[in-house]
Nanobody, 128 residues
C-alpha cells in the first residue's frame, strides 16, 4: 500500500499563488505516475494535473492550464503543484494520488473512481 501526505494549502487572495507538495511512501516506489485532484463543497472530486514517473510528461485540466504547473524534480516520491493567478473557483481540498503502470492521459479522469488510496488533502481557499 501507499501513504500520501499533502501540504502547502492556505488562504490567499484572488490572483495570488500557492505551492502544494505531495510526498509518497510505501511499497516499491517505482514505475508510477502522480497526479493532483480537488474537491469543492457540494461537488465531485475532479482531476487537476498529472506528471509521469520521470517528469517528462504532464497533463492538465483545461480549467488550470496556463496557471498551474506540476513538477516532479529528481526525487521520484515528491510532487509539487505551483498555482498562480488563483481564482475563487479554485477553492477546494486538494489531494494527490498515484497511478501505476504506463503513462496514459485517459486514465486520470477515471482515477477518482478507481483509486482506493487517498490522503487527507490540503485546503486551498481563494478569497475575492
Amino acid at each position: 500500500q501507499v501513504q500520501l501526505v499533502e501540504s502547502g494549502g492556505g488562504l490567499v487572495q484572488a490572483g495570488g499563488s500557492l505551492r502544494l507538495s505531495c510526498e509518497a511512501s510505501g511499497r516499491t516506489l517505482t514505475n508510477y505516475n502522480m497526479g493532483w485532484f480537488r474537491q469543492a463543497p457540494g461537488k465531485e472530486r475532479e482531476f487537476v494535473a498529472a506528471v509521469s514517473g520521470i517528469g517528462a510528461s504532464t497533463y492538465y485540466a483545461d480549467s488550470v492550464k496556463g496557471r498551474f504547473t506540476i513538477s516532479r524534480p529528481n526525487a521520484q516520491n515528491t510532487m509539487y503543484l505551483q498555482m498562480n493567478r488563483l481564482k475563487p473557483e479554485d477553492t477546494a481540498v486538494y489531494y494527490c494520488n498515484l497511478r501505476f503502470g504506463p503513462w496514459r492521459t485517459t486514465d486520470w479522469v477515471r482515477q477518482v473512481q478507481e483509486s482506493r488510496a487517498w490522503g487527507q488533502g490540503t485546503q486551498v481557499t481563494v478569497s475575492s
